[in-house]
């Protein structure tokens, strides 16, 4: 007879980090994640991360790939983000976001007002002078369409909701700042901050 085991699939060290929890069941867990809270540990920042959390709260999700979640969200985003508890779980999730058949949608506000909504198609890949920058790459960036519309206008900034086809790193920040509207607090691709008058 075979007695399979599953081995961890990280070094990760679990840490009591509060989770917002909005739904669990048998299958999968959903967490609204808080703006600073990173979703992977990475160089340099290795602790204090969502990952960690599910680790404490959720110790068999260390046999499952990134300890179960499926995709991330900014440091600086705030949002709803599913985990899978189990294999089966994981696997589910991971091809219904290949196949397209969850969609996932944020809110922004932006700098600028709007006349309306549109969508962005342009590829996007590492900056090529400031590699820890993502940037619209007319050759070898990857596929990134963005659809974006309006919610409500302010005397110099817009409220907009997004919907993403692809999932690229820094998608939105990048295409709404290479159409010029940058997001309101993105130090990274919004420039200065304009103050209205």
Avoid at 37 to 57: D, E, I, K, R
Avoid at 133 to 153: C, N, P, W
Wanted: glycine share 10%; net charge positive.
């Amino acid at each position: 007879s075979v007695r399979a085991l599953l081995e961890p699939e990280g070094e990760w060290r679990a840490e009591a980090i509060e989770l917002d929890i909005c739904f669990e069941d048998e299958d999968i867990l959903v967490i609204n994640k808080p703006a600073g809270l990173a979703v992977h540990p990475a160089a340099g920042n290795y602790q204090g991360t969502l990952l960690n959390g599910v680790l404490h709260y959720l110790p068999a999700n260390e046999n499952i790939p990134r300890a179960g979640i499926v995709h991330r969200l900014d440091k600086e985003t705030s949002g709803l983000m599913v985990v899978a508890k189990t294999l089966v779980a994981h696997q589910s999730l991971v091809k219904q976001l290949q196949a397209k058949t969850v969609s996932r949608e944020y809110l922004a506000i932006v700098q600028g007002v709007m006349t309306g909504g549109g969508t962005v198609d342009k590829p996007i890949g590492r900056h090529p002078q400031a590699r820890t920058k993502m940037a619209v790459l007319d050759f070898g960036g990857k596929e990134a369409v963005s659809h974006y519309r309006v919610i409500e206008r302010f005397p110099a900034h817009t409220l907009i909701r997004v919907k993403l086809e692809t999932g690229r790193t820094h998608q939105i920040r990048v295409h709404m700042a290479s159409i010029g509207y940058p997001l309101v607090g993105d130090s990274t691709y919004g420039g200065r901050l304009k103050l209205p008058k």
